[in-house]
């Protein structure tokens, strides 16, 4: 298989990558990244080579820019799929991790496959972070085979499965969704932190810490969204978006939620889908509905026409952040910004000039 060639390719050079593995292990466990015991005489040769390396790299100027940079060569690379889970990584690994995220803005993650230049990502890190339950629905077997040799922490396989949504009642199988419930996606956060604890025990306290100031913004953000849906009267609470991203969400905060797709974007929404939830839309005389940043919005668009012919007028009340991140330096470019943004837009095109 080409995966298993470029991944043996990777394992088996001597660049600086493996290098870099066992200089850390050298200094830690003192075992090789692939788990096997590295002579003693070997390793001093490994690590006073790698000391040469920085001290030769430090002299002309470049460890900030090179790839093979002597400060890089310290930090834990760690790979993750969504951004959600990147924003994580990023704020406790802080300066000790290199946080490298697959999947970048509008990017749908049930239908993303892993390219030539995410594999070689995934190969050279020290560990791979995603969400599971499927979400990542075409990774699943690549993220398995790399979990033989290397580190890979599902971010929410810790969440106890009585707080998990089933799919069509279907035990056994979850709802990916998980992080439009903030208290839930505290989880998620917990287990980036243990795992970075648990390769750099060192700097544990660092990270436990930077955790910890994250998980207080957190408890906040889970209070400011609970403020702003009380803003809106119950039975005006429904949200209607693209494809079931919002279960989680609306169990967390009180709404009825409806999606044109299921909970994965790979079956699409026939017509009798569009005409049975434009009828909902007009029944319920439902101000807005929604479309989201990683789903095409000509489903939404078909729902707002229907509607119409129906004699009732809804508008699409904004883009939420259903799956991916908005651009990195936006308002969306965060998890603590697409959880605002979210429900600001949500609440803001549903209220009624009466509740405004
Ligand atoms: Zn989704």
Redesign the pocket.
């Known amino acids: 298989m080409k995966f298993e060639k470029i991944v043996h390719n990777k394992l088996s050079s001597t660049g600086l990558q493996v290098l870099k593995a066992h200089v850390r292990n050298a200094a830690s466990i003192g075992i090789s990244s692939t788990g096997k015991a590295v002579g003693m005489t070997r390793m001093k040769h490994i690590v006073l080579f790698a000391m040469l390396l920085t001290g030769v790299i430090a002299l002309c100027g470049c460890g900030d820019t090179s790839p093979s940079g002597a400060r890089k060569i310290e930090k834990i690379q760690a790979v993750s799929t969504i951004g959600q889970i990147n924003d994580a990584i990023t704020i406790i690994g802080g300066d000790r991790v290199e946080a490298i995220g697959l999947m970048g803005a509008g990017v749908?993650?049930?239908s993303y496959k892993a390219s030539a230049g995410d594999l070689r990502k995934m190969s050279r890190a020290d560990v791979i972070f995603y969400n599971g339950l499927h979400?990542e629905a075409k990774m699943g077997d690549v993220l398995e085979k790399l979990a033989d040799s290397k580190r890979v922490t599902t971010v929410t396989q810790g969440i106890p499965e009585d707080k998990l949504l089933t799919v069509d009642n279907v035990s056994g199988y979850h709802d990916?969704?998980i992080w439009f419930d903030v208290p839930l996606w505290m989880e998620t956060v917990r287990a980036v932190s243990g795992t970075l604890c648990a390769m750099e025990p060192e700097h544990a306290e660092e990270f436990k810490q930077r955790a910890e100031a994250y998980l207080e913004q957190l408890a906040e953000l889970h209070q400011y969204v609970q403020d702003k849906a009380a803003e809106l009267p119950e039975q005006q609470r429904i949200l209607i978006t693209a494809?079931?991203?919002f279960r989680y969400f609306g169990r967390a905060y009180g709404f009825k939620v409806m999606g044109l797709q299921g909970?994965?974007?790979e079956a699409e929404a026939g017509t009798k889908d569009v005409q049975d939830l434009a009828k909902f839309v007009a029944e319920n005389k439902i101000r807005a509905i929604f479309i989201?940043s990683?789903?095409p919005e000509r489903n939404i668009r078909a729902v707002t026409e229907a509607v119409r012919a129906l004699g009732w007028e809804v508008k699409v009340g904004g883009e939420l952040f259903?799956?991916a991140l908005g651009e990195a330096g936006t308002e969306g470019g965060t998890y603590i910004g697409m959880v605002k943004h979210n429900i600001d837009t949500i609440v803001n095109a549903l209220k009624t000039p009466e509740t405004e």
């Open positions: 749908d993650p049930h979400l990916p969704h494809h079931d991203a909970i994965s974007t989201e990683s789903v259903s799956d």
